[in-house]
C-alpha cells in the first residue's frame, strides 16, 4: 500500500536518536512547533501540528528529502559529504557538533607521521577518507563498516580509522587516540528543491524562524 500523506502539512525526515530530540527542541524554542511529541513510541511517522515527522536512519535523510518524499530534513556535514544531495542548506543548527578525525592506537602514531605512501583505514566515510587522503597524496585502502569503527585497530583490522568524535568516550574507553583531524561537523536544515520554490509560503516563515532562534545564540 502506497500512503499518501496530507499534502497540506509540511513532511521533515529527522534521524532517529539524538538528533531528532535536539530538532524538535529547536523547532519548539523557535517557535515552529508548538505541540507535543511522543518520541519514545516506534512509529516511523509521527503527525504533529502542521507536520509528520519521519524518523529514518540518518544516511537515508538526504534520500528522501533529495526525492521530494519530504519537504525538508535535518542531516550532518558528515553524511552529507558522503551522499552529496542536490538539495538546498539554507540553515547550520550548530547540533550534532562533532570533529571527523583520523584515530589509531597511540603506538600507531610515529608511523602515520613517517610519510607513508600508502595507508589502511577502516570508516563509515569512504568518501571523506578519499578525499582527505587524497589532498595529502597518500594511496588509501579503505575497509568500508557499518559500525563499531573503533574495533577495527584493536583486533589488526587496520592500524587507522576515520571516524567521527563528538564526547571522546568511546576512543578514550579503547584506548585510541586522535591523530589527525580532518573537519568540523554540524547539522544542516536540507530542503528540496521543488519544494523550496513552490511552498514558499510554508517553508520561509520555518527558515526565518530559526536564523533568528540561532542568531541569538541559543
Ligand atoms: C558514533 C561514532 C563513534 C561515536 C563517537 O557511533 O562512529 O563511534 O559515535 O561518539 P563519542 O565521541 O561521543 O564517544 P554511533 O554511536 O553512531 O554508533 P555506531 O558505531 O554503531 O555507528
Redesign the pocket.
Known amino acids: 500500500m502506497i500512503r499518501k500523506l496530507n499534502s497540506n502539512k509540511l513532511t521533515v525526515a529527522l534521524p532517529k536518536g539524538r538528533l531528532f530530540d535536539q530538532t524538535i527542541d529547536i523547532f519548539r524554542k523557535a517557535g515552529i512547533l508548538k505541540e507535543e511529541i511522543n518520541s519514545s513510541s516506534r512509529k516511523l511517522i509521527i503527525e504533529s501540528g502542521d507536520f509528520y515527522f519521519l524518523l529514518v536512519r540518518a544516511k537515508d535523510v538526504p534520500t528522501y528529502v533529495e526525492n521530494g518524499i519530504a519537504d525538508i530534513g535535518v542531516a550532518g556535514d558528515d553524511v552529507l559529504i558522503e551522499s552529496d544531495p542536490d538539495v538546498y542548506r539554507p540553515v547550520d543548527l550548530n547540533i550534532g557538533v562533532c570533529s571527523i578525525v583520523v584515530a589509531g592506537l597511540p603506538e600507531s602514531k610515529e608511523k602515520y607521521f613517517s610519510n607513508p605512501t600508502s595507508i589502511k583505514v577502516s570508516t563509515?566515510y569512504p568518501k571523506v577518507t578519499k578525499q582527505f587522503f587524497g589532498k595529502k597524496g597518500v594511496k588509501v585502502h579503505i575497509i568500508e563498516l557499518y559500525?563499531?569503527?573503533?574495533l577495527a585497530p584493536l583486533v589488526g583490522l587496520s592500524d587507522y580509522i576515520v571516524?567521527?568524535?563528538?564526547?571522546?568516550?568511546?576512543?578514550r574507553e579503547n584506548g585510541l587516540v586522535v591523530i589527525e583531524h580532518i573537519r568540523q561537523s554540524s547539522a544542516k536544515l536540507i530542503v528540496n528543491r521543488i519544494s523550496y520554490k513552490t511552498r514558499k509560503e510554508k517553508l520561509f516563515p520555518i527558515i526565518e524562524k530559526l536564523h533568528k532562534f540561532l542568531d541569538k545564540g541559543e
Do not use: P
Not at 559500525?147 to 573503533?150: A, Y
Not at 571516524?163 to 576512543?171: A, K, N, Q, S
Open positions: 563509515k559500525g563499531s569503527v573503533e571516524d567521527i568524535v563528538e564526547t571522546g568516550r568511546t576512543l
